[in-house]
């Protein structure tokens, strides 16, 4: 038996949570599983359908924390089946009493503390002491590296997606309702943060709407920079170029990336945090969709530079401008969609979880 500690785990949403269902539900398959996740107001349904335990920890966020060890530490002494424990975190494993075989995953943000810090000083005394580290990019190793984590110890596996799902004619319908026959079209799916950087790419807006006069922008999400941008947009005029929808069903978010030309996520660094890998950019290649993405941070694991997409300078507008322009020039983003759905099989949980076992069995 494996146990999972989570503090990120649906039915909350987000990219956190898919990568733990995706590898929770994928090592099923092959072990006993038990889940220790936060406490959520709608998981009752949810938790019935699934195939493995999932004992939920309530109450406020400092107390929990200590109540969840407490039920894991309580779990390993009267269960002798264990084999090991896998975390989302490095403070999920912080008050966890045990030899059994542990596995931490980090993801970029949570590592990155000066060294020598407090924090840096806890960081490195979890992921020095367990068996193994699981980065989500190249770019989330190294930066564990120059925090102080022992290399040997990091192995990079890059979070895995479900199959793409068929597109339904009513969402399809939907879809080109919003978009109302305005093309080309660019997208983002995120959160609207400063580091997601959709400033940048309404600035450019301005401009490529000179060349496409019926050039239109999604933004899918919500988030602390919604009204921000929402004044930007109307300062430039751009109320006919840029669509802001939020809260809308899985499938319509499908759609609207399946038909779109370019998914644009220039993400740069903003304070301490940083794009680790950016799943958003496969979900995007399943579709045939090709990416531009940022240098800062782990999107060149999930976009092949002039393949699949373009991985450029996220705080140079030229750059994102540019990029947008040679991706629509001679309709070049179909070819690279073409390659980017291709690359995006190798991403899928069948596969990526082959290379945990490896980690686990050996």
Known sequence: MYLIVTRSFPPETGGMQNLMWGLTNSLSKYFMIKVFADYHNQHQNYDREVSFSIERIGGIKLLRKYRKAHLVNEFIKNNKNIEGIISDHWKSLELIKTNKKKICLIHSKEINHNEGTSLNKRVLNILNNVDH???NSEYTKNLAINCGVNSSKITVINPGVNPAK???????K???NLLKNKSPRLITVSRLDKRKNHEKIIM???NLKQIYPNIVYTCVGDGDEEENLKQLV????LDQQVLFLKKISQDLKNTLIAKS???VMPSIVYKKSVEGFGIAFVEAAQYGISSVGGKDGGASDAIIHDKTGLIIDGNNLEEIYQSIINLLSDKKYIEYGESAKKNAEKFEWSKIIKKY???IKN
């Open 166 to 172: 068929e597109l339904n004619k009513k969402t399809i």
């Open 133 to 135: 580290v699981i980065s």
């Open 234 to 237: 109307k300062e430039l005029g």
């Open 174 to 176: 939907e879809a080109e």
């Open 357 to 359: 076992l490896k980690i």
């Open 204 to 206: 450019t807006l301005r």
């Open 261 to 263: 030309n370019i998914f």
